[in-house]
């Protein structure tokens, strides 16, 4: 069975406290990734 994309707007919400928080720790790591890129001479 392939994969059906769900039509918008979801019938949940998605802005939960535990997504919101991992979202917060995702960020934080890829400015720390970003920031060790920039170092990476080229």
Not at 1 to 30: G, H, N, V
Request: glycine share 2%; net charge positive.
């Amino acid at each position: 069975m392939a994969y059906q994309i769900p039509q918008l707007p979801l019938d949940f919400d998605l802005e939960t406290k535990a997504i919101l928080k991992k979202t917060a720790a995702a960020r934080s790591a890829l400015a720390e990734m970003k920031g060790a890129a920039l170092s990476i001479p080229i």
